[in-house]
């Protein structure tokens, strides 16, 4: 119970650090790439202020479900906290291979949470921005690639909502550590 979140039943922060570590490691062990997204579900805060915190919790376990049937069995989605989730793609052999599925994934996403959900006699929609950072191009740091695919979503969000966002050092490195968000990684 200490590693999952108990609303969603996804591993919560605590697991998706050791869950990163051990991916990075696999990686830099075997050459490949590891994928991080990081997002934050747009329109949660109508949801959860119009129908109350009850139907929010519904529409956050309904997302859990949703975003962990986007992905593979052996990738890990996580729930962060509140509205904000993680996703890590592991065991990508190529650079372009760890790029086209993290495209892949992140419009599957984007896609699945824009149906609407169904929460008891009300109808809700909601979209998701999310950003993407990858190991070891963007980082060998595990915390800088939390921060990075955080800083990616954050572009997201700007550049419209519902969409993605692959960091860029070149565009988006000096924005890094603006945002309150941290994880502890071993």
């Known amino acids: 119970l200490a590693y999952y979140d108990a609303l969603t039943e996804l591993p919560n922060r ?5 869950r990163l570590h051990q991916a990075v490691q696999r990686a830099n062990r075997n050459r490949h790439y590891v994928a991080v997204l990081f997002m934050d579900l747009d329109g949660f805060k109508a949801v959860n202020d119009d129908l109350g915190h009850a139907m929010g919790d519904r529409l956050l376990e309904e997302a859990g479900r949703r975003l962990k049937e986007c992905i593979r069995s052996d990738d890990t989605a996580a729930r962060m906290g509140g509205d904000e989730f993680t996703v890590i793609l592991n065991a990508l052999s190529t ?3 760890a790029e086209t599925a993290a495209a892949q994934v992140a419009r599957k996403i984007i896609e699945r949470l824009n149906s ?26 595990e915390d800088e690639l939390i921060k990075m695919a955080d800083t990616a ?21 000096a924005d890094i550590g603006t945002h309150a968000f941290t994880v502890d990684v071993k």
């Open 14 to 18: 605590m697991l998706f650090a050791d």
């Open 95 to 97: 650079k372009e291979m």
């Open 116 to 141: 609407p959900f169904l929460l008891e006699n009300h109808t809700a929609h909601i979209g998701a921005s999310i950003g993407i950072a990858f190991y070891p191009d963007d980082s060998h740091l």
């Open 153 to 173: 979503m954050y572009h997201a969000k700007q550049a419209g909502k519902n969409r993605y966002h692959v960091f860029d050092v070149a565009k988006d490195a």
